[in-house]
């Protein structure tokens, strides 16, 4: 937790960019003023003319509303239900262990964490991709891997209740969902991936990521194949590649979400098995279809309540804070006394 205050969402992610699907038009909600203020004009353009009509997108723009409020406390249900009743394959892989973690990961984190650590220095361990800030390195072992991926697979045919990543990804498991964020992510964010993005991503706070959204994305050919381009509710991701045998899909990155550019110049980056890469949450990316096979994707949203705490990354304001469980989203109620030590303590750079 963050200097011990609890951590709190944005109001913009319960009724910012509603998608009203009979206008097809994404809208910003918060009362029926504001609604036919901001995108009156636009939902007439559309065809919504009559006051008939504008009440039944507006009782269709509420009801998706609640339904957002309502995840996070559904997802604490999934979670008490998981806990009690299912019966885990390989309980070892749900406490972190070094035994996990590559031989070079490890002496990547050793680097980082010695008095004479650098930027320079640690760019000679791990591959660096353009000029984007998009890095590969090893973190994991194979067997654990082939492990993790075991243990999804049998929660993924239980009967248990599955909450989805995200609207964009029908399949895939919520880790604080399945138990591992107290015994395993927040130890890896911690512990190892901290040191790491300290001098990666100084300016995003790197050295005090104190929250994360951590979960498992499914590719396959009946189901998801691909990812279309988006950006992280995050100030740094982490995505690493569990496997299984898969062809294709390469990730692709384009600009960075505040500084778009005329005509975007796209990367291209395998993905390669055990290894993941690291970039700002802000950058624009998604991932290309697979041809065969399936793969597993470890992602971490790593946040930083100092940074998002003066500029929410989705609506570009200062957040609106609300009530939420657990990491909410990231933010934190900052005191006026100890707001400037809290950012110059991240801003390094």
């Not at 500084?259 to 290894?275: C, F, L, N, S, W």
Request: glycine letters at 6%; proline letters at 5%; aromatic letters at 10%.
């Amino acid at each position: 937790m963050s200097a011990g205050r609890p951590f709190l969402a944005c109001a913009c992610f319960f009724s910012d960019n509603v998608f009203v699907e009979r206008y097809g038009l994404h809208v910003r909600y918060r009362d029926e003023g504001q609604l036919r203020r901001d995108h009156g004009r636009a939902l007439r353009e559309r065809g919504c003319r009559s006051e008939e009509e504008f009440r039944a997108a507006l009782r269709e723009i509420e009801a998706e509303v609640q339904r957002r409020k309502q995840l996070t406390h559904q997802s604490v249900e999934r979670k008490a239900i998981i806990s009690k009743c299912y019966k885990r394959k390989h309980p070892e892989v749900y406490i972190l262990q070094d035994s996990f973690l590559a031989p070079d990961f490890l002496e990547i984190v050793r680097y980082c964490t010695s008095p004479d650590a650098h930027l320079h220095g640690l760019l000679r361990y791990i591959k660096s991709f353009s000029d984007k800030r998009i890095y590969r390195l090893p973190v994991f072992t194979e067997e654990f891997c082939q492990a993790f991926v075991d243990e999804l697979e049998n929660f993924e045919q239980s009967d248990m209740p599955k909450g989805r990543p995200n609207t964009m990804n029908n399949y895939g498991v919520l880790l604080n969902e399945l138990g591992m964020d107290e015994t395993f992510i927040t130890p890896l964010r911690e512990k190892y991936l901290q040191p790491i993005t300290a001098l990666l991503y100084p300016d995003l706070g790197g050295a005090c990521l104190d929250s994360h959204k951590a979960f498992v994305v499914k590719y396959s050919l009946h189901e998801d194949l691909d990812l279309s381009s988006h950006y992280d509710n995050a100030e740094v991701t982490l995505n690493v590649s569990l496997g299984k045998d898969f062809t294709e899909g390469n990730l692709y990155f384009g600009d960075f979400s505040q500084d778009p550019t005329p005509v975007p110049k796209y990367i291209e980056i395998e993905h390669v098995g055990a290894q993941g890469l690291l970039h700002r949450g802000g950058q624009i990316h998604g991932a290309l279809p697979i041809a065969s096979g399936e793969r597993w994707n470890l992602i971490i949203w790593m946040r930083s309540s100092a940074i998002r705490n003066q500029l929410c990354p989705m609506c570009n304001k200062k957040p609106e804070l609300v009530e939420a469980e657990g990491f909410g989203d990231g933010f934190t109620e900052t005191l006026e006394d100890d707001a400037p030590e809290t950012v110059n303590l991240c801003s390094l750079w």
